[in-house]
């Protein structure tokens, strides 16, 4: 049975949601279709990359995503259509398909819109049923698509790297308030590099460990962990982590206009700075 996986900001409050489902029965009905997040925050193209990464690469081969992001960011001419390790992705081209797979995609196609129709969420979402259900039928990519098309790409967010220190933005917020940093357990052990290392927030607290779960601290004491997607992470056993030292997730809306940093008179930190130092 085909499998189908949704992702989008579109959020599940009115029908949008089911009436996308529904397009693609209509071309197929024995597909199986998996919600993994109608919840992403608009304009944040780090937090869809991430969710977007993590989710894709525990499905099987031959799996269909369906991603609508920010899908009207950009022109709207066309949609793109990638064939990448086996899995095919359908979204908008606005760069978030660089940046969920941190490289160019293997094969990747455009999916021409009608010039003249009005472009809605459901009619772009029904050229990509009518591709995927053309795919499950045997059609190749290029068959499905125009394969002359120049995507638009956009880099993955990356930390900075210093000389004794690693700073990484905070690419994710989750329903604990847990904040998890683009800092993955490898750059951080190359940097490290054997010494000791600070994580240091405002009000002078400091994390100084790596945790193997929450169970390592005392309930309400903070720790830093690698999590399930191998990135950092800063939680507080039972508590806030995020309220507590003043965190919020990067945006590249809010880093254009610093004002919004400020919000009832209170600096929020969207990076995340681990010093390393000689033993």
């Known amino acids: 049975m085909p499998l189908l996986t949704i992702i989008s900001d579109i959020g599940e409050q009115d029908f949008l949601t089911g009436a996308i489902k529904g397009q693609f029965l209509r071309y197929q009905q024995d597909i199986n279709i998996i919600d993994i997040t109608h919840s992403l925050s608009a304009f944040n193209y780090p937090q869809a990359a991430y969710v977007c990464r993590n989710a894709i690469k525990n499905y099987p081969t031959g799996t269909f995503h369906l991603i609508l992001v920010n899908i009207f960011d950009e022109n709207l001419d066309h949609m793109i259509l990638a064939e990448h390790n086996g899995h095919f992705i359908g979204c908008a081209d606005n760069g978030l398909l660089t940046m969920i797979l941190e490289e160019m995609p293997q094969k990747v196609v455009k999916l021409e819109l009608d010039k003249i129709a009005q472009k809605s969420t459901l009619f772009c979402t029904n050229v990509f049923a009518k591709a995927f259900y053309e795919l499950n039928s045997g059609k190749t990519i290029e068959e499905v698509g125009d394969s002359n ?21 905070i690419i994710f917020i989750d329903n604990f308030e847990n904040v998890i940093v683009n800092i993955n357990k490898v750059e951080f052990e190359e940097n490290r590099k054997g010494k000791k290392f600070a994580i240091i927030f405002k009000r002078d607290e400091m994390i100084d460990k790596i945790s193997e779960g929450y169970s390592d601290v005392a309930e309400g004491e903070k720790l830093a962990y690698f999590n399930s997607a191998g990135y950092l992470e800063i939680a507080i056993n039972k508590g806030n982590a995020a309220g507590l030292f003043g965190l919020q997730g990067y945006s590249e809306k809010q880093q254009q206009s610093i004002q919004q940093q400020y919000l009832n008179s209170r600096l929020f930190y969207q990076t995340v700075k681990v010093f390393f130092i000689d033993q």
């Open 149 to 169: 098309v120049n995507i638009i790409v956009k880099n993955p967010l990356r930390p900075v790297i210093g000389p004794d220190y690693i700073e990484g933005q």
